[in-house]
């Protein structure tokens, strides 16, 4: 090989290593430990600090949720798959602000974004404002795996999941009970609000996912998409820093690049994920944003970061769980 071929090949290499995520295929953390973080949303939760019997219905249900993940984890699964697993059951419960329960547009009707990305090679799909996708995550992950695109919205991303053989409802299956007290109020008139879902994990393998699904903001404009399916604003996970899922009034994500912010930092200032996520939800809080993360960095360590009184969240490091709703 000749010096010239041979000092391209070496640029080649040099540079594709800055890259996103694992470019060489090469695990960067071979171990037998796994970690997996979730929320539920983040907010005021006025109302559930006065009733404990709630609080242990939510703690109760973050507990379940987190067990889907750990046990996938546990036995060897994939971290995308612990993701996407996790956040179904999350959009099937009506507690949560995603898929069944979800709030309602001005329109009165569900609106639902979703993403998901895997930390190797950072591939990413993600759908918005779907109305009748059962499981807007698999939605998302379909999009990630089947296409050659990112996001797709509202009714092509409809007719994108009925063809790859997700599972299509009716509008109404979203509508539950509790949510139709609220329907017609806006963002305003909901102080209490809170629920969209968000999973990030560490696998055996070194490999890190992230995934965010949500009904949005109550009263949100119809057609309005939040942070959730913004790659960078509301998700985002690269093996070479962190898995990161955002919730709270998604512009300020979006705004802020929230999620991409803590990867970035990490990467080019060699800060640690503690460090980084400190940084970035103060400038947020000084912006006047709301709301909160949770990370996990390719070595299994994890964070939570909020600026609202309380956020849903649990985590299993290894099997050893722990709910938490308030500070
Ligand atoms: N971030 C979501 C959105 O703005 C809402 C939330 O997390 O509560 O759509």
């Given at each position: 090989?000749?010096?010239?071929?041979?000092?391209?090949?070496?640029?080649?290499?040099?540079?594709?290593?800055?890259?996103?995520?694992?470019?060489?295929?090469?695990?960067?953390n071979?171990?037998?430990?796994?970690?997996?973080?979730?929320?539920?949303?983040?907010?005021?939760?006025?109302?559930?600090?006065?009733?404990?019997?709630?609080?242990?219905?939510?703690?109760?249900?973050?507990?379940?949720?987190?067990?889907?993940?750990?046990?996938?984890?546990e036995?060897?699964?994939?971290?995308?798959?612990?993701?996407?697993?996790?956040?179904?059951?999350?959009?099937?419960?009506?507690?949560?602000?995603a898929?069944?329960?979800?709030?309602?547009?001005?329109?009165?009707?569900?609106?639902?974004?979703?993403?998901?990305?895997?930390?190797?090679?950072?591939?990413?799909?993600?759908?918005?404002?779907?109305?009748?996708?059962?499981?807007?995550?698999?939605?998302?992950?379909?999009?990630?795996?089947?296409?050659?695109?990112?996001?797709?919205?509202?009714?092509?991303?409809?007719?994108?999941?009925k063809?790859?053989?997700?599972?299509?409802?009716?509008?109404?299956?979203?509508?539950?009970?509790?949510?139709?007290s609220?329907?017609?109020?806006?963002?305003?008139?909901?102080?209490?609000?809170w629920?969209?879902?968000?999973?990030?994990?560490?696998?055996?393998?070194?490999?890190?996912a992230?995934?965010?699904?949500?009904?949005g903001?109550?009263?949100?404009?119809?057609?309005?998409?939040?942070?959730?399916?913004?790659?960078?604003?509301?998700?985002?996970a690269?093996?070479?820093?962190?898995?990161?899922?955002?919730?709270?009034?998604g512009?300020?994500?979006?705004?802020?690049s929230?999620?991409?912010?803590?990867?970035?930092?990490?990467?080019?200032?060699?800060?640690?994920?503690?460090?980084?996520?400190?940084?970035?939800?103060?400038?947020?809080?000084?912006?006047?944003?709301s709301?909160?993360?949770?990370?996990?960095?390719?070595?299994?360590?994890?964070?939570f970061?909020?600026?609202?009184?309380?956020?849903?969240?649990?985590?299993?490091?290894?099997?050893?769980?722990?709910?938490?709703?308030?500070?």
């Open positions: 090989m000749s010096i010239r071929l041979f000092s391209l090949v070496l640029l080649f290499f040099s540079f594709s290593a800055r890259l996103c995520g694992q470019t060489l295929s090469k695990k960067l071979n171990t037998t430990s796994y970690t997996i973080v979730i929320h539920g949303g983040a907010g005021v939760m006025h109302a559930l600090s006065k009733d404990a019997s709630k609080r242990k219905v939510y703690k109760k249900a973050l507990l379940h949720a987190i067990t889907i993940g750990d046990s996938i984890l036995n060897g699964g994939s971290s995308l798959d612990a993701v996407e697993k996790t956040i179904r059951y999350m959009e099937d419960n009506p507690l949560f602000n898929g069944r329960g979800a709030v309602y547009s001005s329109k009165g009707i569900n609106e639902l974004d979703a993403s998901i990305m895997s930390g190797i090679n950072c591939k990413a799909g993600a759908v918005g404002g779907v109305t009748i996708v059962k499981h807007p995550i698999s939605a998302a992950r379909a999009v990630m795996e089947k296409t050659k695109h990112v996001l797709l919205v509202t009714k092509g991303a409809e007719e994108f999941a063809n790859a053989g997700l599972e299509i409802v009716p509008k109404t299956y979203f509508q539950t009970r509790k949510r139709n609220y329907k017609g109020k806006t963002e305003l008139d909901l102080p209490d609000k629920g969209t879902v968000g999973c990030v994990a560490l696998d055996k393998s070194g490999h890190l992230a995934g965010t699904s949500t009904g903001l109550s009263g949100k404009k119809w057609g309005r998409i939040g942070d959730s399916p913004i790659i960078g604003a509301g998700t985002y690269d093996d070479k820093s962190c898995a990161v899922s955002c919730t709270g009034i512009e300020f994500f979006i705004r802020y929230i999620a991409f912010d803590i990867s970035a930092r990490m990467k080019y200032k060699h800060i640690s994920l503690e460090e980084s996520a400190t940084e970035v939800i103060r400038e947020l809080t000084d912006n006047k944003g709301g909160g993360i949770i990370a996990v960095d390719n070595k299994g360590n994890f964070t970061r909020f600026n609202t009184p309380g956020m849903f969240r649990a985590y299993s490091k290894n099997g050893q769980k722990e709910v938490f709703i308030f500070k």
